[in-house]
Structures are given as structure tokens and as C-alpha cells.
């Protein structure tokens, strides 16, 4: 089984094998909304890509959508995924799969394997799901977004605590709720996790507090106190935003304070079964929409990016990101 540091050696020699053409996958698959789908999964060492198969293959939540590759860091991962997901085959190298797939999802721990290992798929006309966080770069990811625009590849990646009927059914009540001075999340975040910091989890405090209050963060604080930390935001109207980082509870909270006192964000909709967040990424297999903004993508990573920047120098760090 091939290791993920041959295997991104290996993309950049192969890339020149994507010669499917867009066209193609778009006759056969957003033409046909009734056409089976072939996903193949690059990345075995999350626990996600378990679920995958899960979701697809055993539950078979989406009749006619099957998992039926699976490429893994190790050959232990690719197995543990082939039989708990019920996943029919394994690749030594994901370019094998080139021809065979109509979907692809990414699924990394580490966000800095995810864009080359998508590249030759993308470039190849194959709708791409990249699981959380998109990227490691916000320069990295402008320039993975441009290419796949200039070959007309739908792509789309978000947090499974964002992109969830609850989120949505939040953000419809702090509209409603007038002026917010002050928001907290809480949610488990290790600044030191091997898989890219503030980035392995702290996606999912980002990503929710831009869904709900928008994209519009302008500046980063993060205070750290050994292993304890918090993040302060500034938003363009003033508002200020703190996330706690939890290191000895794997649970989490949002508040906001307004005028009629500190309000607990709670949902009021029960999730759908498939979650929202499976059946966009399946709509955009079948369709080419994109559920997500490039712009959305970008900035969120800039956050994250900024975040890791302040934790290391320990002052106010102003966001930069150059939308598309």
C-alpha cells in the first residue's frame, strides 16, 4: 500500500493522466440525475470515511449512490474502511480510479493532503466533496478554486456542525433578535493536534459562527494559558466574538448577549435523515451545484489560518484574504 508521501509524489507525476474531459462526467452524470454514482474515497485514516460507507453502501440512504473505491494511508486503514463500510475495493494508487469514479470525497485528517490529492480528479471533470477543512493555505486554496472554475469542476467542502438544518434554523432566529453586542462558542480544540492544529476542530466553532453571523471577521486574538485557550473575534459591525477552546469536554455551546439578556442558541428542527449536509454533497454529485460559495470556502480558511498565526505570536492579527 502505497504511503501518503509517495502518493502525493506520485500526483505530481501522474497529473498529466486526467485526460477524461469535464464534458464527459457532465453527459453522464449531470445530464442523467437517475444515473447511478460511483464514489471513490481518497484517505482512510479518519473515521469519516467509515460513515461514508455506512451511509452509502450499507444504509443505503441514496438509492443508486454506492462507495465502491477506497484509497488509504495505510493498508490497515483501507481494510478497516473496506469492511466496516462494506467498501468492494481497494487501490494502491488513487489515480487507479481515474474512469471508474463519477464522485470523489477527500478525506484526510491532516487539511495540507487534501488539494493535491484532489488535483488530477478535478482537473479531470470528477465533482469533488473535501471533507473539513478545505485547506492548510488560503493562497493554496485560490489557486486549486481558479483551476477548478477555468475546467468547470463543481467542488464543495464544510464542517458537519455547519453545514446542518439546525445551523440554518439558528441563523433564522438571531436575525429576529436585534442588536447582538456578543457572541460565545465553545467546542473541543487542541492548538497542538498533529493534524494541523486550530485547524483539526476549530473549523467547527468557525465555520458555524460565519454561517450564522457572516463572513465579515476582521481581526484574531488567541490567548493561551497552557493548554487552556480562547479566541477573540472582531466582526466589521463591532461585534465581538469569543470562541473556548475545550480541552476536557468533548461538548458544545453558543450564547449571545442582546438587549433582553445572555441567550442560549438552541435549534428548534430536528436534523433530516440523511443530513443536509450528505444530501448537498449527493445534489451536487447528481447536479454540479455547488452548495457552498468559493468565497465562503476561502474565508473560512483565512480565519483558521490567522488563528494558528496568533497563537504562535500572541497578538491581534488582521484577516487577509483576496477573494476570487
Same mark, same amino acid.
Given at each position: ?25 457532465k ?9 447511478? %454514482?460511483?464514489?471513490? #474515497?481518497? $484517505? ?8 461514508? &460507507?455506512?451511509? @452509502? ?77 478545505f ?33 440554518f ?10 442588536? %447582538?453586542?456578543?457572541? #460565545?462558542? $465553545? ?8 493534524? &494541523?492544529?486550530? @485547524? ?42 469569543t ?38 454533497m ?11 460559495s ?31
Amino acid at each position: 500500500m502505497e504511503t501518503r508521501r509517495s502518493f502525493i509524489k506520485t500526483l505530481g507525476a501522474g497529473t498529466a493522466l486526467t485526460t477524461l474531459g469535464f464534458s464527459s462526467v457532465k453527459a453522464s452524470v449531470f445530464q442523467n440525475p437517475e444515473k447511478p %454514482i460511483c464514489i471513490g #474515497i481518497i $484517505g482512510a485514516e479518519n473515521s469519516h470515511t467509515i460513515k461514508f &460507507g455506512k451511509l @452509502f453502501n450499507v444504509e443505503k440512504k441514496f438509492p443508486g449512490v454506492e462507495v465502491k473505491y477506497v484509497w488509504g494511508e495505510t493498508e490497515e486503514f483501507a481494510r478497516k474502511a473496506m469492511e466496516n463500510g462494506q467498501i468492494p475495493n481497494m487501490v494502491k494508487d488513487p489515480l487507479e480510479m481515474l474512469g471508474k469514479i463519477d464522485a470523489l470525497i477527500v478525506d484526510h485528517r491532516h487539511p495540507k493532503y487534501h488539494l493535491k490529492a484532489a488535483e488530477p480528479f478535478v482537473k479531470a471533470g470528477i465533482p469533488t466533496f473535501i471533507d473539513k477543512p478545505f485547506c492548510y493555505r488560503v493562497e493554496e486554496g485560490k489557486k486549486f478554486l481558479e483551476m477548478a472554475r477555468s475546467v468547470g469542476t463543481p467542488i464543495t467542502s464544510y464542517s458537519s456542525e455547519a453545514h446542518i438544518e439546525s445551523t440554518f434554523d439558528i441563523k433564522k432566529q438571531v436575525e429576529t433578535m436585534g442588536e %447582538i453586542s456578543h457572541v #460565545i462558542f $465553545g467546542g473541543p480544540v487542541d492548538l497542538e493536534s498533529p493534524y &494541523g492544529g486550530v @485547524f483539526f476542530y476549530g473549523v467547527h466553532l468557525v465555520q458555524p459562527l460565519m454561517y450564522i453571523f457572516g463572513d465579515d471577521i476582521r481581526k484574531v486574538h488567541v490567548t493561551c494559558s497552557g493548554k487552556n485557550a480562547t479566541a477573540s473575534m472582531i466582526f466589521g459591525n463591532g461585534m465581538l466574538a469569543t470562541l473556548v477552546f475545550k480541552n476536557l469536554s468533548y461538548s458544545w455551546s453558543r450564547f449571545v448577549e442582546t438587549k433582553n439578556g445572555t441567550i442560549e442558541l438552541k435549534s428548534r428542527v430536528e436534523e433530516s435523515n440523511p443530513a443536509k449536509n450528505y444530501t448537498d454533497m449527493v445534489e451536487m454529485f447528481r447536479t454540479g451545484k455547488e452548495p457552498r460559495s468559493h468565497e465562503s470556502i476561502l474565508k473560512c480558511v483565512a480565519v483558521l489560518e490567522t488563528l494558528e498565526q496568533s497563537a504562535i505570536t500572541g497578538n491581534w492579527e488582521d484577516i487577509k484574504c483576496n477573494y476570487i
